[in-house]
């Protein structure tokens, strides 16, 4: 299934790492990875890779048009820093009703939370995607 993925311009980090370098800065998301050992939740989406989702992770998110995508990047006002990236992968086995977590932007760490919220409208989950 082909879905977009909103990730930082510059590096190329998905949207958790965006919005913490909105935050908080890239040196700070840098030390902070390396700080709680994690390089596995932060990958890089260069054309033609292939991202698989962390085990007893919720998966990787993307939406499923354009417009969600581009709407996510409007609410969380990352216009400047933030780019979208078509991607096709498969699907989570369990899809419906998984929520993400929370506060990821604030403090790296949330991201191995057991709280969830929501996610926004139009939010996919997959087990793995490539980078078209």
């Known amino acids: 299934m082909r879905a977009y993925k909103v990730i930082h311009r510059r590096t190329r980090l ?3 790492a965006a919005l913490y370098i909105k ?3 890239l040196k700070e998301l840098l030390k902070d990875i390396d700080k ?3 390089e596995l939740y932060f990958p890089t989406y ?3 890779t292939v991202v ?3 085990p007893n992770s919720v998966g990787i998110m993307a939406f499923e048009t354009y417009e969600q995508a581009a709407d996510c ?4 006002q990352i216009e400047r820093t933030a780019a979208i990236v078509e991607v096709k992968g498969r699907l989570c086995k369990v899809h419906a009703g998984k929520r993400v ?4 932007a604030d403090f790296l760490l949330n991201i191995k939370t057991r709280r969830r919220a929501y996610p926004l409208n139009g939010t ?3 087990d793995y995607v490539k980078v078209l």
């Open 14 to 16: 998905g949207l958790n």
């Open 23 to 25: 935050n908080t800065g």
């Open 36 to 38: 709680y050992e994690l």
């Open 46 to 48: 260069e054309k033609g």
């Open 52 to 54: 698989k989702k962390v």
């Open 73 to 76: 990047i409007c609410a969380y």
């Open 101 to 104: 977590a929370p506060g990821v």
């Open 124 to 126: 996919l989950f997959f």
